[in-house]
């Protein structure tokens, strides 16, 4: 990946200011509706010739079926060999002020319109002739077509780098492509079910009951036809304008690698994801082609609903173009290969269903409403998949090789359009089909039948198996390996080294446009020898190739030396709800506010691993700080975050002497408190033993009195004290009420007088 490091560094400095709003706004909607529109222009040739090139050439033109096949399968064979050609004509074209692409697909429309316009005449030629003439347009027509969609698809590229934004314009041009399907199937059937007499024919007299086609009515055919075919022409060239002028590429310089035509070629092809794909695509393609290109004849000669014929187009495509924007969704929520899944497993019973399928129209209308959902998928799904296996060899080789990879990719459509085409002939061959007759036998109804059947459940089955289970899930995660150093290597970058941020190369950048990350960009670091890692963010992209530069800190923590090597992994952390730090130094107590000062210098972080010793710096000291726990998990991120913070005790700190040894009492004092017999010592009245005159023992022991025990009070605690104080706490003593009020009843000198001398004594 290295050694194409130089490479993908020149298409960082590209970009100008208009992309880097796209990039960070996204492609405004009429850009995408006008690169969608020139998609049209080839969904309605292409189906046009898939649904009425077989009519046209066994009932208008009136060529052996044989001849049709080599026709077809010749066209399609050289179409085949055109795109790759044009792929790589495309890859090594030099950019312009138009762009790369443009210029091919304004260039080669008219050349496309003039011979598509004479493929739909009728020579007055011999079968032989008509073989050339009809071979011939049809190879130019498919040579021209090639120079037009293969640059359009792979604009798809250049269009946005980013992978919402291709998903999206592919969606949009699936829509677009439909509406053109639909669109060609009512132009055309608009101008030739006037006059196709198939089934309907008149018969003369004297031809022993066979049918065949007047010529006045093969005229107006042929007219039906002309008509069409300008109508379709003006349509084209009106298309390709919208989207010539609609639309701008980003000017990307492209990678030239020296590499020749054969050897790009088997790097693309043998290209582990995008042979899968492409292998899967080939056989559904196949099962699709079938499908079309039987289905007028299907119709006529199998259910003898041949009047109906551009009805059933019509609700074929009303059903794809609705369910397109639902399928878009769902493979947003469960994923491209289950909505893949899901829309093949539901074609299967469709494609069953016309073994036993009668003329009723109304069971018919519901079958290809169901088979409209399941075509939606075949469209949306390839297509919205190849951007993806693009990126993983871009990532893998360095090398833009967009083009080659669109044209062999529609040269796979065309194969499997080819294959279908030929197998049909033949199998109407061997099914009595006779030129000119507007009623064939019934075996040609019953060959149709099967041919509609067991090859395209078949071929549905192992695209299934090829793209559901054998081709794997893009790795959308970005895994590179760096020499690792420290920030200053860079001079003087403060502003990295005091933050949990890292500078990374402009090559990492463009691979993470291109990936399905999550913002923010988060990444795991591994010191794979130490068995270490932490997580950190990305400030700038402006490193050497190669490199990345961290903060000191983290080079501590991983464990690591200057220049050793480092693995830089993406990842989708948590958001943070708490966190709990242990200061490294006593000196961090001597912050006033120390939450305040963490959360300001938190906002140079990313994420928190636990156990990282992360560094801040306040009032030019640097503090280091333990990460001792994260909620909810072991790496969280904390960007927009509201996240609640806990400290630990700083590491050496000690509790103050006085303050232990004061505690210390306290605990003991209440240690002796709580082990201490509490002894009854109250007052016991008479509790003596009395003593006799004559020395005798006898009858001194007191007699026992009840008495009752005071329960002994424990003071309580004064934990308001504080320290360098003393209080005295005084108890005040119960009085007892009635000596209480005798002493209130006391008066002094209040009682009376007394005489020596009685009354009445003289």
């Known amino acids: 990946m290295n050694t194409h490091n130089y490479k993908i560094n020149e298409d960082m400095h590209s970009a100008n200011a208009d992309e880097l709003w796209e990039k960070s706004h996204g492609l405004p909607i009429w850009r995408k509706i006008c690169f969608a529109i020139g998609g049209i222009p080839y969904q309605i040739t292409s189906t046009v010739l898939g649904f009425f090139m077989s009519i046209f050439l066994l009932e208008v033109a009136q060529v052996q079926p044989a001849y049709v096949s080599v026709i077809v399968f010749g066209g399609k064979l050289w179409y085949a060999m055109t795109d790759p050609i044009c792929g790589y004509l495309v890859n090594r074209t030099k950019p312009t002020s138009w762009g790369i692409y443009r210029p091919w697909i304004l260039l080669t429309t008219p050349f496309a319109c003039v011979t598509y316009f004479c493929f739909w005449a009728v020579p007055d030629y011999r079968e032989e002739g008509k073989l050339v003439w009809y071979l011939t347009f049809y190879c130019?027509?498919?040579?021209?077509?090639?120079?037009?969609?293969?640059?359009?698809?792979?604009?798809?590229?250049?269009?946005?780098?980013?992978?919402?934004?291709?998903?999206?314009?592919?969606?949009?041009?699936?829509?677009?492509?439909?509406?053109?399907?639909?669109?060609?199937?009512?132009?055309?059937?608009?101008?030739?079910?006037?006059?196709?007499?198939?089934?309907a024919c008149n018969k003369l007299s004297g031809s022993l009951n066979s049918t065949v086609s007047t010529n006045n009515n093969l005229i107006e055919q042929i007219n039906s036809y002309h008509d069409a075919s300008v109508t379709i022409v003006s349509l084209y060239i009106a298309c390709i304008l919208v989207c010539f002028y609609g639309t701008k590429e980003h000017k990307v310089k492209q990678v030239m690698s020296g590499d020749g035509f054969f050897r790009g070629l088997r790097k693309v092809l043998f290209f582990r994801p995008y042979l899968k794909l492409s292998m899967s695509v080939l056989f559904l393609s196949l099962a699709i082609s079938i499908t079309q290109g039987n289905l007028a004849l299907f119709c006529t000669y199998s259910l003898g609903m041949g009047k109906y014929f551009s009805t059933f187009i019509t609700i074929i495509m009303a059903s794809t173009i609705c369910s397109l924007p639902v399928w878009h969704f769902i493979q947003m929520k469960i994923g491209k290969k289950r909505t893949f899944a899901a829309g093949m497993l539901m074609f299967i019973p469709v494609l069953l269903s016309q073994l036993f399928l009668r003329d009723s129209f109304l069971v018919y209308t519901i079958i290809l409403v169901f088979a409209g959902l399941s075509i939606a998928v075949s469209l949306l799904l390839p297509w919205s998949m190849l951007p993806d296996v693009i990126d993983e060899f871009y990532l893998t080789h360095g090398?833009?090789?967009?083009?080659?990879?669109?044209?062999?990719?529609?040269?796979?459509?065309?194969?499997?359009?080819?294959?279908?085409?030929?197998?049909?002939?033949?199998?109407?061959?061997?099914?009595?089909?006779?030129?000119?007759?507007?009623?064939?036998?019934?075996?040609?109804?019953?060959?149709?039948?099967?041919?509609?059947?067991?090859?395209?459940?078949?071929?549905?089955?192992?695209?299934?198996?090829?793209?559901?289970?054998?081709?794997?899930?893009?790795?959308?995660?970005?895994?590179?390996?760096?020499?690792?150093?420290?920030?200053?290597?860079?001079?003087?970058?403060?502003?990295?080294?005091?933050?949990?941020?890292?500078?990374?190369?402009?090559?990492?950048?463009?691979?993470?446009?291109?990936?399905h990350i999550q913002y923010p960009m988060l990444f795991k670091l591994t010191n794979k020898k130490k068995n270490r890692e932490t997580h950190c963010g990305v400030l700038e992209f402006v490193a050497d190739e190669g490199r990345i530069y961290i903060p000191y800190w983290m080079m501590t923590n991983l464990l690591l030396t200057e220049g050793d090597l480092i693995q830089v992994e993406n990842v989708s952390l948590k958001v943070a709800t708490f966190a709990r730090f242990q200061p490294q130094s006593v000196d961090f107590l001597d912050i006033t506010n120390p939450k305040a000062v963490l959360e300001n210098m938190l906002r140079s972080f990313a994420c928190l691993t636990t156990d990282d010793i992360i560094s801040i710096k306040y009032n030019e000291r640097n503090y280091d700080m333990l990460v001792l726990e994260t909620k909810p998990d072991r790496a969280v991120s904390i960007i927009e975050c509201d996240m609640n913070v806990d400290f630990a005790p700083p590491v050496g700190y000690k509790e103050p002497e006085s303050w232990k040894k004061a505690q210390g009492e306290e605990e003991m004092a209440s240690a002796e408190v709580d082990n201490m017999d509490i002894e009854d010592s109250s007052f016991k009245v008479f509790s003596g033993a009395g003593n006799r005159l004559d020395g005798k023992k006898k009858g001194t022991e007191p007699s026992p009195i009840e008495t009752t025990n005071a329960v002994q009070k424990r003071g309580i605690p004064d934990y308001g004290y504080k320290k360098g104080t003393i209080k005295f706490i005084r108890t005040q003593r119960q009085t007892n009420n009635e000596a209480t009020e005798d002493e209130k009843s006391f008066e002094a000198f209040s009682g009376t007088g007394q005489s020596l001398r009685k009354k009445g004594r003289k």
């Open 140 to 199: 130019l027509f498919q040579g021209f077509l090639s120079g037009v969609h293969v640059p359009y698809t792979s604009m798809t590229m250049s269009f946005s780098t980013s992978q919402q934004d291709r998903d999206s314009i592919t969606t949009y041009r699936m829509v677009a492509e439909a509406i053109g399907v639909m669109t060609g199937v009512i132009i055309q059937g608009h101008y030739i079910k006037k006059h196709r007499t198939a089934g």
């Open 399 to 515: 090398q833009h090789k967009d083009a080659i990879f669109y044209s062999f990719y529609v040269f796979l459509n065309k194969l499997a359009t080819g294959l279908a085409v030929a197998s049909s002939q033949f199998a109407l061959k061997y099914g009595g089909y006779r030129v000119g007759d507007c009623e064939q036998p019934p075996g040609v109804g019953l060959a149709l039948r099967y041919l509609m059947i067991p090859g395209p459940i078949i071929a549905v089955v192992i695209a299934l198996f090829g793209f559901g289970q054998m081709f794997p899930e893009m790795g959308r995660s970005f895994n590179q390996t760096y020499r690792c150093y420290s920030v200053t290597m860079l001079g003087e970058r403060d502003d990295v080294e005091r933050g949990g941020k890292i500078i990374m190369p402009p090559s990492a950048l463009d691979q993470l446009t291109r990936l």
